[in-house]
């Protein structure tokens, strides 16, 4: 384990954007990347030492849910932010890529979040946090013709 600052902020999938004041996390390196880490196994930082992280266009990449949210709710501290952009189900954005291994839409949350009512079947099936929705917007995304619709979700990790 990589011991770390107290506040650490994480860019997942970074990619080749790079966001002043986060460390770029991608499984593949670019310019934009600080650290390679294969987001499927568990990350290299300890519990409860990051305090913001920026998951833009990752999650739906992951093959394990519960494996992705374990390990964010694991490593971040309790108050931490967690800023996802996902595309939801409820368009085409979801199902067009071949690359996309989960699907999302706002009920997925239901399974992370006690007061969403659902967490206990997200226990059942292995999840051992909690988050809290501090908001949840859609945006279209692109041609109206493609309907692809991208939901921002922000979450407060509960400890």
């Excluded at 999938?13 to 460390?23: K, T």
Aim: proline share 3%; glycine share 8%.
């Amino acid at each position: 384990m990589i011991a770390v600052e107290e506040g650490l902020k994480l860019n997942l999938g970074c990619g080749d954007v790079r966001i002043p004041g986060f460390l770029g996390m991608d499984i593949i390196y670019t310019d934009a990347v600080d650290r390679i880490c294969d987001l499927e196994r568990q990350w290299c930082f300890e519990d409860n030492s990051v305090s913001r992280i920026i998951a833009n266009d990752i999650i739906e990449h992951l093959k394990d849910p519960i494996h992705a949210m374990n390990e964010i709710w694991r490593v971040c501290r309790d108050g931490a932010i967690v800023e996802m952009q996902i595309p939801t189900t409820d368009g085409r954005g979801a199902f067009q890529d071949p690359t996309h291994k989960s699907f999302w839409n706002a009920n997925s949350f239901c399974y992370y979040c006690e007061e969403l009512g659902l967490i206990h079947l997200g226990r059942k099936y292995g999840f051992k946090g909690n988050f809290k929705v501090e908001s949840y917007q859609e945006r279209h995304e692109g041609d109206p013709r493609m309907r692809i619709i991208e939901m921002n979700v922000v979450l407060r990790v509960i400890k």
